[in-house]
């Protein structure tokens, strides 16, 4: 439920003595149909929504005014000509991608915010740049003018135990502050409370939002 996440992450702040004004509530809303989200979402208030698909994504954004929108899936190459509309794009892997996204900015104009997204427990099954390689992809994508670096995203290994991911938010955090980048885009509804505890700037909640 929206209002059961909303005071968790403040108590969580609370806790960590932080601004609850920093921590920034992306509610997935993958899977959820219009008028799901309009139900669970929208009526709150609430309009920053994050989607892991194109095409699910342009159907529901044909529907919905008003939306702050994140991309938070894996973003191919072919499908950066429609992502003008994303507020944020949570998951830069590649420098192919980001020629990509130069070649369709300088084209168009339009300058893309992304975070680089880095496979922080090096799982084979994930996505994201290598944290070895992280630093570079970042001074990479400064270099472009049509893309801009905001910050890290990173998806803790699946545990039961949120302070599992404890250890991978501060590797990521760390490496946060010494590329001296804002966001931090870590936690999900397994481990957002944990995450906002290693200065998350943006959690990414989708079930619990929900059930
Ligand atoms: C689905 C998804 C989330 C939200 O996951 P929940 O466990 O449902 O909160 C967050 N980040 C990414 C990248 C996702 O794909």
Same mark, same amino acid.
């Given at each position: 439920m929206f209002e059961d996440v909303v005071t968790r992450i403040e108590a969580a702040c609370l806790r960590s003595g932080r601004n609850s004004k920093d921590v920034k509530l992306v509610a997935v809303t993958k899977g959820k149909s219009i008028a799901e989200i309009t139900q669970s979402i929208l009526r709150h208030h609430h309009h920053v929504l994050g989607e892991n698909r194109i095409q699910e994504w342009r159907e529901k954004a044909s529907g919905l005014d008003g939306v702050e929108w994140h991309f938070i899936g894996n973003l191919q190459r072919n499908k950066v000509k429609y992502c003008?509309? !994303? !507020?944020? $794009?949570h998951s830069l892997n590649s420098t192919r991608l980001a020629d990509a996204l130069e070649q369709f900015g300088a084209r168009q104009g #339009? $300058?893309?915010?992304?975070?680089v997204e880095v496979n922080v427990a090096g799982e084979l099954s994930k996505q994201g740049t290598a944290l070895t390689e992280a630093e570079a992809l970042v001074t990479y994508a400064q270099k472009l003018? #049509?893309?801009t670096v905001q910050g890290l995203m990173a998806i803790a290994p699946y545990s039961e135990d949120p302070e599992d991911a404890r250890k991978f938010f501060k590797i990521l955090r760390n490496l946060r502050d010494k590329l001296g980048l804002k966001e931090l885009s870590i936690g999900m509804s397994g481990d957002f409370e944990v995450a906002i505890e290693e200065g998350a700037t943006i959690v990414r909640v989708g079930s619990a939002l929900f059930t």
């Open positions: 003008e509309g !994303f !507020f944020l $794009i #339009h $300058i893309f915010q992304t975070l003018r #049509h893309v």
